[in-house]
């Protein structure tokens, strides 16, 4: 028996997880187990409609919201019942300070941002990034418990089944005030962009010269009936775009039908979240950008020149 | 206050190159601090300035590290801890926690830790996480793009995605910082010069209390089975012409894929 134990602090997150944890149990010939915690707990059911056999449900007063230290201690003392062979946590900012602290308390490697999970022997291989994306690493893990950070979107979660039984249990935590404690917290204003949702992105890079420009770049995302992306610069150094436009690690993670990327390099932060992409089009200057050599369809030209002209294209064949 | 800025020398990013095998050639490439390090050591040296009395200790590992962390002593650091340890190669995050901890206990009465959101390199963005419990429960501010100091303890902002967080921590505590954070100095001329005289205090495993067992591929929880070009199932048509041709062409193929 070799139990997989499922934490995301987004249900949708944990939703993923589990259609991936339900394809591993066979072979690990144990139970898919989710830990709720938090607001999550209210919403047991849910996870065994997702693929648990079993939920444990904890509420406490500091697992609202997501403080590392509370959180820490609640999955390492899950761990700690459970026993599992294999712990996939949901990526976020917080989840990955909560991962890495408890795979130190357990003398245990963690997998970092990984995607093309498979099982050999019972070990988990996956891949990830690294030299800034000039490269795969491909990684087993040695020791059990596996802890395994997945990002959003890697797998998709399975239809809720309202057949599926699971026993929903209640999980006594013992948690202590953090050190750490919420001061403030702003929640930045969104214009309402769902990159997540779009079918077609349109991504601005630091081929884009000005401010400006967006309006012509705006004009195609509109003809395409797009979103409008971006890199990290463009959304956090030169604030062009707001963070809800930002494509990458500490922005979204998306995979549209169709992502164009429009001077855009290809660095790791900003692949790692729009790798999934279906067709991936990169316009730019440089013939050596990463993202060219990562594309479907190409264009080595100033994208000055290919924007209005695509603008104009697209919009004769959706006339006609 | 006694500042660690971690620092890590890395290859060289940009210049790697692979066959038509996809395997990499890392054979002499050049070596540089991971640039997340340099707003590391820049927020340290920053909040010394803003505070008097502190003392910024870089607390750095690399194969030419004795030569790298010139480069951060110039930005400011007062003094630095390096490793010299063959067997510390291929040692991974938490093989590395276990020295880097132990390093910074070394430096003496370090009651804040500044590194850098991940490392240029790896990017897994675990080492300030297993720090903060390995130092003995601190607490953490990750992917921090603000931090101040006043009255005994620290303010840490962090974007997490639409939400901008701040704590409040005591010290001793661990800050990992993003980008956003600051611009690095460059420094001039005569702190360069300056910078060969400060003082840099180099360890061996030994001088930790760790042994070959501790480090490396014998010391790590993940195995390497591969590190190679990525290959990415793309089709690679390259579009060519005047840009209004290419342009045609491309909306063709947006076309012919169901796009538009």
């Known amino acids: 028996m070799a139990d997989i134990l499922v934490w995301a602090a987004d249900t949708e997150q944990a939703f993923e997880l589990l259609a991936k944890a339900r394809e591993f149990a066979p072979q690990l010939q144990g139970h898919v187990v989710a830990l709720a915690l938090g607001d999550a707990a209210g919403r047991a059911q849910d996870f065994v409609k997702h693929g648990a056999d079993r939920v444990l449900t904890a509420q406490h007063d500091l697992l609202k919201g997501l403080q590392v230290e509370p959180h820490t201690d609640a999955l390492h003392q899950a761990i700690q019942a459970v026993k599992p062979s294999l712990v996939l946590v949901g990526l976020s900012i917080r989840a990955k300070d909560v991962a890495g602290r408890v795979g130190t308390r357990l003398e245990v490697g963690v997998g970092s941002d990984m995607f093309n999970l498979r099982l050999e022997g019972g070990r988990v291989v996956g891949e990830r990034m690294y030299f800034s994306g000039n490269s795969i690493l491909t990684e087993k893990l040695l020791k059990d418990p596996q802890i395994v950070i997945v990002p959003p979107r890697v797998y998709e979660a399975q239809a809720a089944d309202a057949s599926r039984q699971g026993k929903v249990e209640p999980f006594n935590v013992s948690l202590k005030p953090p050190k750490a404690k919420v001061v403030q917290s702003i929640v930045k204003k969104a214009e309402g962009v769902h990159l997540e949702q779009a079918d077609v992105i349109v991504s601005v890079g630091r081929g884009v010269k000005k401010k400006e420009d967006i309006a012509m770049i705006d004009q195609l995302a509109k003809v395409l009936d797009g979103a409008v992306g971006c890199t990290r610069p463009i959304a956090a150094d030169l604030k062009w775009l707001g963070d809800e436009h930002w494509i990458g690690l500490s922005g979204h993670e998306v995979k549209p039908k169709a992502y164009i990327g429009l001077g855009v390099s290809g660095q790791i932060q900003h692949v790692a979240g729009m790798r999934g992409s279906k067709l991936i089009i990169a316009i730019n200057k440089d013939e050596e950008a990463p993202l060219v050599k990562i594309s479907d369809y190409a264009i080595v030209d100033d994208l000055y020149k290919v924007v209005p002209a695509l603008t104009k294209e697209v919009q004769k064949i959706r006339g006609g | ?260």
């Open chain 2, 1 to 260: 206050m006694k500042v660690a800025a971690l620092v890590k020398q890395v290859v060289d990013v940009d210049q790697i190159k692979a066959d038509r095998e996809g395997n990499l050639q890392l054979d002499n490439l050049p070596f540089k601090i991971s640039n997340y390090d340099k707003n590391a050591v820049e927020a340290a040296v920053q909040l010394k300035e803003k505070n008097p009395g502190t003392e910024v200790i870089a607390v750095a590992t690399g194969p030419n590290i004795r030569d790298g962390v010139k480069e951060v002593l110039a930005m400011g650091c007062d003094r630095a801890v390096v490793l010299n340890s063959k067997e510390f190669a291929g040692s991974d995050n938490l093989a590395t926690s276990r020295v880097l901890a132990k390093m910074i206990q070394k430096a003496g009465g370090v009651d804040l830790v500044i590194c850098g959101e991940g490392s240029l390199d790896s990017y897994t963005g675990l080492m300030g996480p297993r720090l903060a419990e390995r130092l003995g429960a601190w607490p953490i501010s990750s992917f921090t793009i603000k931090v101040e100091y006043a009255n005994n303890a620290l303010k840490a902002t962090s974007n997490l995605g639409g939400v901008l967080e701040t704590l409040e921590m005591p010290l001793p505590a661990i800050v990992t910082v993003s980008e956003e954070i600051n611009q690095p100095r460059l420094p001039p001329l005569i702190q360069i010069l300056q910078a060969g005289k400060k003082p840099v205090q180099e360890l061996k495993l030994a001088d930790l209390g760790l042994g070959p067992n501790d480090v490396g591929a014998a010391g790590s929880g993940n195995q390497v089975v591969s590190n190679r070009a990525p290959k990415m199932a793309r089709k690679n048509v390259r579009l060519k012409g005047s840009p209004e041709e290419a342009a045609a062409q491309l909306a063709q193929a947006l076309r012919k894929e169901g796009v538009i």
